[in-house]
């Protein structure tokens, strides 16, 4: 008698801890880079103040740093998935993400969350490498403008003597 065995099928398996630590990698990119976005706020605050004592330079670097924030800021703005607004974030990650489901939930549901739940997690990700190859960028263009804003201060005269003290030592 000979036994044929029929197709085998294979069975979809959501790794909830493996999910769960994704997600968390994936958050914390993406904090890092909201640091270094606040990092380079304050720097554009700063340099902003600078710009105020080197007025009579007829240089303006704060076009620059905003050209590159505005750049940081629309990589964030085509962010798909999550929100990127505080008071939003909680609720919305919180449908998106339930602690359990109830044992009610059909098979079909759960495969379609994790499918979810996957595109989320690499959305955010590529929005986080996104980000973070333009915060690169920015930095680059800092280092210039900076750079720019020394040799002009080097080259003024009178009254700015000390901001260009102050420029060498910063």
Known sequence: IGVTAGPAHAIPVFDASNFRQNL????????????????LQNEAVMLQNQARNLRALDFNALNDLRVALAATDRLIAEARGL???VTQVE????????????????GAQ????AREHWRNSLEALRTAVRVQAQVQ??????????GDLVTRSQGAAGALEATQAGNQLL
């Not at 968390?24 to 990092?39: E, F, M």
């Not at 759960?110 to 969350?113: A, C, I, V, Y």
């Open 24 to 39: 968390l990698t994936a958050t914390r990119t993406l904090q890092q880079v909201n640091n270094q976005i606040h990092q």
């Open 91 to 106: 609720a919305q990650f919180a449908a998106l993400y339930p602690d359990t489901y109830d044992p009610a939930v059909p």
């Open 83 to 85: 929100v990127f607004a």
């Open 137 to 146: 960028e920015n930095f680059r263009s800092d280092v210039s403008v900076l």
């Open 110 to 113: 759960l495969q379609n969350d």
